[in-house]
């Protein structure tokens, strides 16, 4: 299989740089692959778990938004953070829903609708933690 350059990078650090089979990315406007010769394309990234393919292994790494852009040399993802799956702590991840879910009857209209789409995504990412993520 073809392989192509891939930066996953975060305020706090380079995630990863390297070689890669295949990338998963949690999209905006839903999940999607990206393979070695895949058209230019730029695309927001929504919080959801972002899987590498190398060599057969796969490592998944939790992203909570950013911007992905696939060009000539690469994909590289700019993510606003990135956290290796077994870096985190997932009582903090759940105190964090709790939080999340506290603060809705504050919000109302627009504000209220981009709150339950972000509480969404935390808790698909929470279910995938706790069912195969570790898989």
Known sequence: MATFHFDLVSPEKLTFSGEVDQVDIPGTEGDFGVLAGHAPIVAAVRP???????????QKII???????????????LAD???????????????TIAEMQEKLS????????????????FKSIQHELNTT???
């Open 81 to 95: 953070v990135a956290t290796e799956i077994e870096e985190l702590d997932k009582a903090k991840f759940a105190a």
């Open 63 to 77: 992203v909570l938004g950013g911007l992905a852009e696939m060009s000539e040399s690469g994909l590289t993802v």
């Open 48 to 58: 959801g778990i972002l899987t590498i393919i190398t060599g057969g292994t796969k």
């Open 106 to 121: 504050e919000k109302e209209g627009g504000e209220l609708d981009h709150a339950l789409e972000r509480l969404d995504h």
């Open 133 to 135: 993520a570790m898989h």
